[in-house]
């Protein structure tokens, strides 16, 4: 009985007493927050600077190869020229090219090829054969407000060609001939001449496009209609340098070639002063070296994009040479 009656006495002298609540201070909490800001603040600075040279290298290397892509695609594209415009020539058919008034865009390099069409020509049954026409081609260096596109200038390509004569074809408005369904002139299209007296160069120079074209009425009279080119500028590469001051200067071409465009003529245009995109052209040689400069910090942001000397890392520049494998021959 004393042993349980001094169990039962212990247990009540324990439950009697109150446990402390644990817990930190209000100047604890105070240190750790001060603590967490001093490791945490540097961390997050060095992410935020890894993370922001990562976006500056992805944004110098997506030009690089960007400007690479689109030299390529010219030179297989200028392998097919059988006659290039320096810029004199460009000059003399300036009148012909679409936006000629246009003061946010300059034709930079301008030819003529030959271009594969493929499975064009019926033979027999369902045997088609190859066959080739000629193509007008002009690149032009582009700098507008158009919101689809950066803040710095693009390259676009335009191209007009002839269609597939046939005997036994189709008619094409505008056209006298007979062409295979689906292979009609481009609208506008007219083949140079190479007839009468005169350098090649001379005869290319006096090109001009189909404006309008003669029909009959019913009642036999001559009706007249202009002709608009059809064909639309397709864009192949954005994120062209858009500096008219402080850029590099152009290359100065050798005394067997001229670099376009440089004429008079497109000096109130804006994008005439810029040196991102020019070609200095061989037109005797039908050979043409093309000099491109992009602007990776349009990628990166909306203002201050123009070059300077201490950031010319973000302004890739390449060239090639290109001798185009046609020639044409005349009396």
């Not at 909490?29 to 945490?40: H, Q, S, W």
């Not at 392998?79 to 810029?87: L, P, T």
């Not at 062409?179 to 001009?208: Q, R």
């Amino acid at each position: 009985m004393r042993a349980l009656k001094f169990l039962l006495q212990s247990q009540l002298k324990r439950s009697k007493v109150i446990d402390p609540v644990g817990g930190f201070s209000l100047i604890e909490l105070l240190v750790a927050m001060i603590l967490a800001v001093l490791v945490i603040a540097p961390l997050m600075g060095f992410m935020i600077s890894v993370m922001n040279t990562d976006r500056q290298e992805q944004a110098k290397v997506s030009s690089e190869q960007e400007i690479q892509v689109a030299l390529d695609y010219i030179a297989r594209d200028l392998q097919q020229a059988i006659y290039i415009y320096d810029s004199a020539g460009i000059d003399a058919i300036r009148n012909e090219l679409p936006s000629s008034t246009s003061t946010d865009r300059v034709p930079v390099l301008v030819f003529w090829k030959r271009e594969l069409i493929n499975q064009a020509i019926t033979i027999t049954g369902s045997e088609k054969d190859d066959t080739y026409v000629y193509s007008l081609v002009a690149y032009y260096l582009i700098k507008d407000s158009n919101t689809n596109w950066s803040n710095a200038a693009r390259i676009t390509r335009w191209q007009i060609r002839d269609g597939v004569a046939s005997a036994g074809g189709v008619s094409c408005t505008g056209y006298t001939g007979k062409y295979v369904s689906g292979y009609c002139p481009s609208d506008g299209f007219a083949l140079f001449s190479l007839d009468g007296a005169g350098t090649i160069h001379e005869k290319m120079n006096a090109w001009k496009r189909l404006s309008q074209y003669t029909t009959k009425d019913a009642n036999g009279t001559n009706v007249v209609t202009d002709v608009n080119y059809s064909a639309t500028p397709v864009v192949l590469v954005d994120y062209i340098d858009q500096t008219t001051t402080g850029a590099p200067a152009k290359t100065a071409c050798t005394a067997s070639t001229l670099v376009a465009p440089n004429t008079a003529n497109f000096n109130t245009r804006t994008t005439f002063n810029m040196t991102s995109f020019y070609a200095c052209v061989d037109r005797v040689n039908t050979t043409a070296q093309i000099f491109i400069r992009g602007n990776a910090i349009a990628r990166l942001q909306n203002n201050n994009l123009n070059y300077a000397a201490n950031r010319s890392a973000y302004f890739p520049t390449a060239s090639i040479r290109v001798q185009g494998r046609g020639y044409l021959f005349t009396q």
